[in-house]
């Protein structure tokens, strides 16, 4: 659900403070702790941290973008995702990987929610230099801190600079197997550079997994749930970051596979539902417009 709210969150009111993160990452964020606020338990992901960080004022609940039945199906989708990606990193630890990397993290908080199992690994949090220097400050004012096993790696996409290159400079080691996961960010690019990207991580040690979620074309989207996704496209076009890039479930596999994955497998919003959504007595399902790819090499 794209929105022009642009608020900046506490903390960065100075004036050579951090800028902000991008609204995006914000609504992300106060679309989990919405879950936990309005929908009632079981929860499908408790995350108020993100709320925490991004410091909204007292009357956030009220924004258009917050409205709990217009946004019901976004929001599920919202948490569904997350959830996916804890559980996923949670297994592949269990199994012996030691390394995780997100790109285009946000205000991502799975550093500070599951501890127990990230201090076991070393993560890596790959977003624009602003963002980063925002969050660091926040996890520091808020007294989580950065501790040693937590890279937040600045990469400044519209400079085209190597996101490879500095990941490599700040400690990961490609050699060794890794979950990367990339998610809201392959609508904003070219096909070309998803591919690309997935050209790099196919190249990882065996034994690495991709998680990465795609928004599907509109003739592919429940009924129910494509004037949503129209309403976010025409919100994200005005706010100058337009979705351009929309994908088949058949054609994101054979993309993963050109790329060189040994393995490629798409996960539905409709399985997300049946998963976590099954025994809900609310209704809440989560929108059928996005897909995750999860490839392995």
Request: proline share 7%.
């Amino acid at each position: 659900m794209a929105d022009e709210y642009t608020e900046t969150p506490a903390g960065t009111e100075a004036r050579d403070a951090p800028e902000a993160p991008d609204a995006t990452a914000v609504r992300v964020a106060l679309w989990r702790a919405m879950h936990v606020l309005l929908d009632p338990p079981p929860h499908v992901l408790s995350d108020e941290i993100g709320l925490r960080l991004a410091a909204p004022d007292d009357g956030w609940r009220a924004r258009p973008d917050m409205d709990p039945r217009a946004t019901s199906g976004f929001r599920a989708a919202i948490v569904a995702r997350a959830r996916f990606i804890d559980d996923l990193v949670a297994e592949r630890a269990a199994h012996g990987i030691a390394q995780y990397v997100i790109l285009g993290a946000g205000l991502d908080t799975f550093a500070q929610r599951r501890p127990e199992i990230a201090a076991r690994l070393r993560m890596f949090e790959i977003d624009q230099p602003g963002t980063q220097a925002w969050k660091r400050q926040r996890l520091i004012e808020l007294g989580y801190g950065i501790p040693d096993w937590l890279r937040l790696v600045p990469v400044d996409f519209e400079a085209s600079a190597d996101w490879w290159e500095r990941l490599s400079a700040a400690g990961f080691n490609p050699g060794q197997p890794a979950v990367v996961v990339s998610t809201g960010v392959s609508m904003y690019l070219t096909k070309d550079a998803t591919a690309a990207t997935l050209r790099q991580i196919a190249a990882l040690a065996p034994g690495s997994t991709l998680a990465m979620t795609f928004l599907l074309p509109a003739e592919l989207v429940d009924d129910a749930d494509r004037s949503g996704l129209q309403a976010a496209q025409r919100g994200a076009r005005a706010s100058g970051t337009p979705f351009i890039s929309f994908y088949t479930p058949s054609e994101v596999l054979t993309l993963a596979r050109e790329a060189g994955f040994k393995d490629a497998q798409h996960v539905s919003g409709t399985s997300l539902a049946e998963r976590y959504f099954a025994d809900r007595t609310d209704g809440l399902r989560p929108s059928t417009g996005e897909g995750l790819l999860v490839a392995a090499t």
